[in-house]
């Protein structure tokens, strides 16, 4: 069984921030890099999000280019990616934009989460039990088996740690916007663990491109840089 590549999708403050404390979603990219990362979800087979960062910021995650859209459907794929969301309690909300747009939806969840998520968004998802915790490795061998080939994760913090900490990422795609937070309870990109060869542990840099004032950096995890 072969998993999908899987792509970490962050846009970071120059003190890597991925939020402020406000309540709306602080927007660190410009238009160029939205428009990015719009091409990014068109090029996935599905995208998946942390059920905090459903709550938090209540995103549709659709593909907005209607050209990109009508280019799926012309290859013989679905107009938009499969959503993907990951909850450990099952503590959904059924009345989020989530839910209502776009396309096929999957929930993964635990044997403890399953009944509250089947009760909240069972008529809207499929809902998949993973056992006792939410198994990565095994979320990927079942978006494997359903022909998902690429995988966009496009966080919070807490999901884009626990691939990077399970050496699961194949990409990372690092948006690095002109301002600094300065918040020490805001969140980041990633929080404390340990990670797979520890600090002395280089990814190769692959790609530096700039969009206006936006640096995209892209690192391959997987992948030795110069040491």
Not at 137 to 161: F, K, Y
Request: charge should be neutral; proline fraction near 6%.
């Amino acid at each position: 069984m072969t998993r999908p590549q899987v792509l970490l999708s962050v846009a970071v403050s120059v003190d890597g921030y991925i939020d402020d404390l406000s309540a709306q979603r602080f927007p660190l990219s410009n238009a160029e890099d939205f428009d990015r990362v719009d091409q990014l979800r068109a090029e996935s087979d599905a995208i998946l999000i942390g059920a905090a960062t459903v709550r938090a910021d209540n995103p549709r995650l659709l593909v907005n280019c209607a050209d990109r859209r009508a280019a799926r459907v012309a290859a013989g794929l679905p107009e938009y990616p499969v959503k993907i969301t990951v909850t450990g309690r099952g503590d959904l909300d059924p009345e989020l934009k989530f839910w209502h747009c776009g396309g096929q939806k999957l929930v993964y969840t635990t044997d403890s989460g399953l009944p509250t998520a089947t009760a909240r968004v069972g008529g809207l998802a499929e809902i998949i039990a993973l056992g006792g915790s939410v198994d990565l490795g095994a979320l990927l061998d079942d978006l494997g088996a359903r022909g998902i080939g690429r995988l966009m994760v496009e966080g919070g913090g807490s999901i884009h740690t626990a691939f990077l900490a399970q050496g699961l990422a194949d990409e990372v795609r690092m948006a690095i916007a002109p301002m600094l937070i300065g918040q020490a309870a805001a969140p980041r990109f990633v929080n404390p663990a340990e990670f797979p060869g520890g600090p002395t542990r280089r990814f190769h840099l692959a790609e530096v491109t700039r969009l206006g004032d936006v640096a995209v950096l892209r690192y391959l995890p997987k992948r030795s840089g110069p040491g």
